[in-house]
């Protein structure tokens, strides 16, 4: 062995609860090192000397004393035990509430679709808004128009030169075309508020 063996394997050595190989390499070790053979020894005479204090009781003990509270923790631990192991008192006959899971499931779907009923139409989103006074916004092949209480605004786009145009979710219209003559992009965008 090119390293020392640790403490730890020295003590297993000395108390014969090293394994076969492991032992026998050890051995092989020790042959040839003086240092080492010289713990194993020491290690050898600690636990002897261990073993003839541990057989002599210590003055003033009082076995029957010491039984009789072991005897006690060791009644008192059973007792816990038993009580903690106690099965759970179950009423089978108490049937469990059927479909209120599907209940639960049904009652969140409702709430969603009609959440989104609500919020899709533009009026609704508007406070104090009636259908009556509601402005319109509409997009027309010839233009943008904006409608409220019979009067109409129309922007118009250029005949001859095809428009962009997009609707939002919120009412708005917007048409985008570009001048033939000049290049020049004209926006138009309204918005029913």
Do not use: K, Y
């Not at 204090?53 to 039984?67: F, I, K, S």
């Not at 479909?99 to 409702?110: E, F, I, M, P, Q």
């Not at 979710?169 to 570009?178: L, N, T, Y």
Request: glycine share 8%; charged share 15%.
């Amino acid at each position: 062995m090119n390293n020392h063996p640790g403490l730890d394997q020295l003590a297993l050595f000395a108390g014969g609860d090293l394994p076969a190989w492991p032992a026998l390499r050890l051995r092989a070790h020790l042959c040839l090192c003086a240092h080492c053979a010289a713990e194993v020894a020491a290690l050898r005479t600690a636990r002897l000397e261990l073993r003839s204090a541990a057989a002599v009781l210590p003055a003033g003990l009082d076995w029957n004393a010491l039984e009789a509270e072991m005897s006690a923790n060791i009644r008192l631990g059973l007792s816990a035990g038993a009580i903690v192991d106690e099965p759970a008192v179950v009423d089978l006959n108490v049937p469990e509430p059927a479909g209120w899971r599907l209940a639960v499931v049904l009652a969140s779907l409702s709430f969603v679709a009609l959440a989104g009923w609500w919020l899709r139409n533009p009026v609704n989103l508007r406070p104090g808004a009636d259908s009556a006074g509601a402005v319109l916004s509409e997009a027309r092949p010839d233009g943008l128009a904006l409608q409220s209480r019979g009067a109409a605004l129309t922007l118009l786009n250029q005949p001859d030169q095809p428009a962009v145009t997009t609707v939002s979710w919120d009412g708005g219209a917007r048409a985008s075309f570009v001048d033939s003559e000049t290049g020049q992009v004209t926006i138009h965008h309204v918005s029913a508020q």
